[in-house]
Each structure stands twice: as structure tokens, then as C-alpha cells.
């Protein structure tokens, strides 16, 4: 079965820096879709951003970007010029492409703290 | 459209009781999902439901029933509630089993005593 590694408990940012989170996972399958979701205290899980595994070019939404290096499957989220709102539980997940597979595996998360 | 709405928000059962969490959007997705938290272990799933009348098993099943009568509601029941299953419970829902995106519910938080 896959399975998602998010190796960073906690990691904290000074605002408007840049900040990176790391996310390793582990499967045999060639086509598969990642995602980073934020969980901000209301514990709504909000999808940050999403990478389809066929697709060489990284990911971009506004200041969140990911590097996906599918040989070594590892799948980080980068959040640029951070804001006092970005702070927040960040969960790395994956889910195979598969027509028939419905599993989606999540990573235990990461909290991230903002420093004003 | 209000989304994907979760009730209670939060609740409290002596071992043994039963009780039903409800799941409900308003988005016409045909697949819905049941994931619980727990702390160091992210999110895994319960039960899913590819639309109404079908449902399915997750990666913990059990000691959980779903049932889906409707396109917009789907209800995860607990028979014989178990302090293991104190936890925070998501639902979640997309168009359909292939899409990508899931948009999940604000989440019920479920105490076992």
C-alpha cells in the first residue's frame, strides 16, 4: 500500500519569508495525483494546491508552488512571502489514478507557525 | 451553496451508545466520503459511497455503517461506540470517483468515554 511521510512535525516562519515543507511517499504505480491540504484551527481541510503525476512542470497557485521530483517521490510545498494566515496543520496526500482505486493516503502533517 | 455541512460539531458518547454522524452538501456530487484524524496519523478512510445506493469499505471499516439513500446525504453510523473511535470525523465529496479534488466538511469531533 502507499504510504505518505511528512518527516516535519512543526516548522515556524517569519512572516513574509519563505518557508519549505517536505513530503516523501512511497508507491510502485506511474500515474497518481498528489496534493498539499491546509487545515487552519477551524479543522476545514482546504486543497491547497494539486500535481498530477504525469506532468513534468511543478505546480504553482498565487505564492504556494510545489517540487515534485517523481524519481526520488518526493513532493514539497514552498510558501512564499508568508502571511500570519498561512499558519495552519498542512497535510501532503496522495491518491493513485487509477479508475477503480479509490484510496487516498494522507501524511500525519505538519504544523506551521507564523512569526509576525 | 453551503458545501459539504457536518452535525454536531461535537459530542460526547459512553462506550456502548450508538449514534449517527450526518453528511450533507448541496454540490449534486456523486461520490462521497467518511475519513477520521487522529493525532500523528493523518486522515484515513472509513467508508465511500460512488453514489446513491452504493457504498463501500475504506482502510478502517470497522465498527462503522454507511448507508446512502440520497445523492446529498451520507450518514456514518456507529452501532456500539468504542473509546478507539474517539476521533475527529470529515466528510468529504467530489463530482465523481475521478475527479481530483475532494472538498471536505468542517469535521465532527467525537469523544468516547
Redesign the interface.
Known sequence: AQTVTQSQPEMSVQEAETVTLSCTYDTSESDYYLFWYKQPPSRQMILVIRQEAYKQQNATENRFSVNFQKAAKSFSLKISDSQLGDAAMYFCAYRSAGHNNNDMRFGAGTRLTVKP | NAGVTQTPKFQVLKTGQSMTLQCAQDMNHEYM?W?RQDP??????IH?S?GAGIT?Q??VPNGYNVSRSTTEDFPLRLLSAAPSQTS?Y?C?SKPG??D???Y????T?LLVL
Open positions: 466520503s475519513y500523528g496519523m493523518g486522515l484515513r478512510l465511500y460512488v463501500d475504506g482502510e475527529v470529515f468529504a470517483l475521478v481530483k479534488t475532494q471536505f466538511g468542517p469535521g469531533r
